[in-house]
């Protein structure tokens, strides 16, 4: 079935760059997301990525997707205390009556 | 954007109680809405999908009995955990994708289930 793996932690200093990264299995896979959440939070989306694309950008997040190797990748520029917490991605197709299937999460720790 | 809402955020209950938790999209219609259910620490788990006007769809290892799902309308769909005990203690998420547009999914807040 449909598997998505990550590291499950990542420690970085203030102003570095971080890279999370992803792999799943289903190649059908149409969706990629990467979502934030906070301790006692629900899910922030932060990105998406249609599979027809290999880089999005927005502001700071830069999701890189190579598709061959179905491996998805977040890297967030200068990353900051306020962006300390777990990452998760996830997968789905197209159809909007399935449901998404999350990696285990990356828990981000940011070093003053 | 498109909201889901969910409520209560938190609740605490006694064991043999019973807890509904409700789901809402706000500006958007849901045919099919999603339970997650998040243990400390980990990933979330699909429990069952939710389908308007029909039976839900559980997962395996999930009791049906137990966790009640009702989606009578297309922007409300409700989990009920009945005669609950203190291993249902856990973060419950519920989902809608947008069936048109993007199919982006959207997340309620999250609900923090205390069985005491």
């Known amino acids: 079935g449909e598997d998505v793996e990550q590291s499950l932690f990542l420690s970085v200093r203030e102003g570095d760059s971080s890279v999370i990264n992803c792999t799943y299995t289903?190649?059908?896979?149409?969706?990629l997301y990467w979502y934030k959440q906070e301790p006692g939070a629900g899910l922030q989306l932060l990105t998406y990525?249609?599979?027809?694309?290999d880089m999005k950008q927005d502001q700071r997040l830069t999701v890189l997707l190579n598709k061959k190797d179905k491996h998805l990748s977040l890297r967030i520029a200068d990353t900051q205390t306020g962006d300390s917490a777990i990452y998760f991605c996830?997968?789905?197709?197209?159809?909007?009556?399935?449901?998404?299937?999350f990696g285990k999460g990356t828990r981000l720790s940011v070093i003053a | 954007g498109a909201v889901v809402s969910q409520h209560p955020s938190r609740v605490i209950c006694k064991s043999g109680t019973s807890v509904k938790i409700e789901c809402r999209s706000l500006?958007?219609?849901?045919?099919?809405m999603f339970w997650y259910r998040q243990f400390p620490k980990q990933s979330l788990m699909l429990m069952a999908t939710?389908?308007?006007?029909?039976?839900?769809?559980?997962e395996q290892g999930v009791e049906k009995d137990k966790f009640l799902i009702n989606h009578a309308s297309l922007t409300l769909s409700t989990l009920t955990v009945t005669s609950a005990h203190p291993e249902d203690s856990s973060f419950y998420i519920c989902?809608?994708?947008?069936?048109?547009?993007?199919?982006?999914?959207?997340f309620g807040q999250g609900t923090r289930l205390t069985v005491v």
């Open positions: 939710s389908n308007e006007g029909s039976k839900a769809t559980y």
């Open positions: 996830a997968e789905t197709l197209f159809s909007g009556n399935t449901p998404l299937v």
């Open positions: 500006d958007f219609q849901a045919t099919t």
């Open positions: 989902s809608a994708r947008e069936t048109q547009g993007t199919g982006e999914a959207f």
């Open positions: 990525i249609f599979s027809n694309m």
């Open positions: 289903d190649s059908s896979s149409t969706y």
